[in-house]
């Protein structure tokens, strides 16, 4: 089916002819139409052209005003002010635009595809092998997945690439501990990985910690961790099977917490650091050779002007260290050469913690210069993401002070989300396993869009109270009015869903309608920012308008024509399929009963 036009570009495209007839030389000129609470849309172009054109904007408005084509769209059109225009839709127009929509048989509300997709890879939810995933991975995981399914549905091709840390002096740490410990993780666990990813992943962390401290404390089993990183980048077989032991083990625990944070993670979009260790070199003898990066005491550098440290002194990017080893600036710039050539993409994007931003800072000014990045044709970005803060306002922490287990926070809002379900259930009529499910959808829902509904920059409070109340902008009301509709449409019987343009529209019918038509523009506008928040307001107050319709205009009422209740049926089911594919672009479940 073909793209719906929407109420928006229909006004702008009657206005801009408008605009160019009344005054050629500015031809073409922006309305800069815009919703309003005073009509339908108010455009307030006309300012701005008449200042350039020495005109009288009140005037040159009440000019366009009778050049403007009415027709069926336009039902009033009036100068306000020194010349802005308020303009009225006619309420058939909103009707038979919500028909064409409704009518989209391919599931896309007529919304679309962008005009000139490309390929974006997405960097995001990069857990590191043998530690376990805490609350600070939630962020990366949750943006970047919705930010990569806003994306595909406008068309754009996205390839997920999940940077686990599978490689460095910690994995020799890792090994040489397990070789002189070998009784601390219990291998023979491996047969029952597939029930207890968490347990082998707990015992992994456990190990980890162990060696840590060890290396730390003790320079001679320092120096034997740091040959045996020499022994796995040499590829020494049995060091590289330990290794790899430690890798699928991890893999099998990601892919666990995924399922449970209800995100599809597939085993081809992990590659990890490990796998540009055969790139690293040539990067360095390409950006040495381009005089990009210098030797300086040693190591391999690029220094920039307009970064220094706190005692003035430039503050370089070390690709490779004076003893030969790579850092992570390596590996950063080996993956974007081979995202940049192999993938054929146009963007990368690294949805990654505003800390390390002075990091990615360098990398991409680094990939500049060298040549594989450029603005006009490639083009690289930090999505920036602000922490997760506990209700006192800082960093979320266990009582003991040590960082938050991810599985832990998202057991219990599956427990808190279950309990509140469980106390709406007995009225609905759910059967346990249906409790069960909801309980585990509205949970995982309720984080994800606490997280989602703020701005990716800036920090938010964890308050697990909040985001399973069945009031204010939670994703639980949001489900609730999903359900809602749904049970509407099953008490409605013989009456169907059926659009009647010839009826007059009440005002929370038009206001529903009218932001029914904002959806496709909201997805490009969120797609063009990597805004999820965006979508996240659109949904919210599109269930604020259905609260607002339900109060005002009862559906399924004896006293209503039968065209009334059809056409209110109509309204509320295309609600329903917008917030429901809203929500699934947030990658959040909408249950037909709650």
């Known amino acids: 089916m073909a793209p719906v036009t929407s109420l928006t570009a229909s006004v702008h495209q009657r206005l801009a002819t408008a605009l160019s007839a009344a005054l050629p030389e500015a031809a073409p000129a922006d309305p800069l139409l815009r919703r309003s609470d005073r009509a339908d849309f108010q455009a307030n172009g006309i300012l701005a052209?008449?200042?350039?054109?020495?005109?009288?904007?009140r005037e040159l408005a009440t000019q366009v005003v009778t050049q403007v084509e009415s027709g069926d769209v336009i039902k009033d059109i009036e100068v306000s002010g020194p010349?802005?225009?308020?303009?009225?839709?006619?309420?058939?127009?909103?009707?038979?635009?919500?028909?064409?929509?409704?009518?989209?048989?391919?599931?896309?509300?007529?919304?679309?595809?962008?005009?000139?997709?490309?390929?974006?890879?997405i960097d995001y939810a990069q857990p590191n092998v043998a530690k376990e995933m805490h609350v600070g991975h939630l962020r990366s995981a949750v943006i970047g997945d919705a930010v990569a399914q806003i994306l595909e549905f406008t068309g754009e091709n996205v390839v997920r690439r999940h940077h686990i840390g599978d490689w460095g002096t910690q994995f020799g740490m890792l090994i040489q501990y397990l070789e002189e410990h070998p009784h601390e993780l219990d291998h023979r666990q491996g047969e029952d990985l597939q029930q207890s990813g968490e347990q082998a992943m707990s015992n992994l962390d456990r190990l980890y910690k162990?060696?840590?401290?060890?290396?730390?404390?003790?320079?001679?089993?320092?120096?034997?961790?740091?040959?045996?990183?020499?022994?796995?980048?040499?590829?020494?077989?049995r060091t590289l099977a330990t290794w790899q032991k430690f890798v699928d083990e991890s893999k099998i625990y990601f892919f666990s917490v995924f399922e449970k944070l209800d995100m599809e993670i597939q085993d081809p979009d992990i590659v990890g650091e490990s796998g540009y260790n055969d790139m690293l070199a040539e990067t360095c003898r390409l950006l040495e050779e381009s005089g990009v990066a210098v030797r300086s005491e040693g190591a391999l550098c690029v220094f920039f002007d307009d970064i220094k440290g706190p005692d003035g002194n430039p503050v370089p990017l070390i690709v490779q260290k004076s003893d030969g080893g790579y850092g992570y600036a390596a590996t950063d710039l080996s993956a974007i050469r081979d995202r940049v050539f192999n993938l054929k993409?146009?963007?990368?994007?690294?949805?990654?913690?505003?800390?390390?931003?002075?990091?990615?800072?360098?990398?991409?000014?680094?990939?500049?210069?060298?040549?594989?990045?450029?603005?006009?044709?490639?083009?690289?970005?930090?999505?920036?993401?602000?922490?997760?803060?506990?209700?006192?306002?800082?960093?979320?922490?266990?009582?003991?002070?040590?960082?938050?287990?991810?599985v832990d926070l998202l057991d219990e809002a599956?427990?808190?989300?279950?309990?509140?379900?469980?106390?709406?259930?007995?009225?609905?009529?759910?059967?346990?396993?249906?409790?069960?499910?909801?309980?585990?959808?509205?949970?995982?829902?309720?984080?994800?869009?606490?997280?989602?509904?703020?701005?990716?920059?800036?920090?938010?409070?964890?308050?697990?109270?909040?985001?399973?109340?069945?009031?204010g902008d939670t994703s639980v009301y949001l489900q609730y009015a999903y359900a809602r509709i749904q049970s509407i449409l099953r008490k409605a019987g013989e009456a169907r869903p059926v659009a009647h343009p010839e009826l007059e529209l009440a005002p929370a019918e038009r206001a529903l309608g009218l932001h029914l038509d904002q959806f496709g523009e909201t997805i490009a506008e969120v797609a063009a920012g990597y805004e999820p928040h965006k979508l996240a307001a659109y949904v919210y107050k599109?269930?604020?308008?259905?609260?607002?319709?339900?109060?005002?205009?009862?559906?399924?009422?004896?006293?209503?024509?039968?065209?009334?209740?059809?056409?209110?049926?109509?309204?509320?089911?295309?609600?329903?399929?917008?917030?429901?594919?809203?929500?699934a672009l947030l990658g959040i479940r909408t249950p037909e009963r709650l």
């Open 542 to 583: 599109l269930a604020t308008l259905l609260t607002t319709f339900y109060d005002q205009c009862q559906v399924l009422s004896a006293d209503n024509a039968p065209e009334v209740v059809e056409n209110r049926l109509f309204l509320v089911d295309l609600t329903a399929r917008t917030l429901h594919q809203g929500m």
């Open 83 to 121: 010349g802005f225009l308020n303009i009225t839709i006619t309420d058939k127009a909103i009707t038979q635009n919500l028909a064409e929509r409704y009518a989209d048989t391919d599931g896309r509300l007529g919304v679309p595809y962008a005009e000139h997709p490309g390929t974006t890879v």
């Open 49 to 57: 052209l008449a200042k350039k054109a020495k005109a009288n904007p």
């Open 414 to 471: 599956i427990d808190r989300a279950t309990t509140v379900v469980r106390e709406k259930a007995e009225k609905v009529g759910l059967a346990e396993q249906e409790i069960v499910e909801n309980g585990r959808y509205v949970g995982v829902g309720a984080v994800k869009y606490a997280d989602l509904s703020t701005s990716a920059v800036r920090d938010y409070k964890f308050d697990l109270d909040q985001m399973v109340s069945l009031s």
């Open 210 to 237: 162990a060696a840590r401290k060890l290396f730390d404390s003790d320079d001679e089993f320092k120096t034997r961790a740091r040959r045996r990183v020499v022994d796995l980048q040499a590829g020494d077989p």
């Open 345 to 406: 993409s146009n963007t990368l994007l690294y949805v990654v913690d505003a800390r390390q931003s002075l990091h990615f800072k360098m990398v991409f000014e680094t990939a500049r210069r060298a040549g594989w990045l450029n603005d006009d044709d490639v083009k690289a970005l930090q999505l920036a993401f602000g922490t997760v803060l506990g209700k006192d306002g800082k960093p979320f922490k266990t009582r003991e002070g040590e960082t938050v287990r991810l």
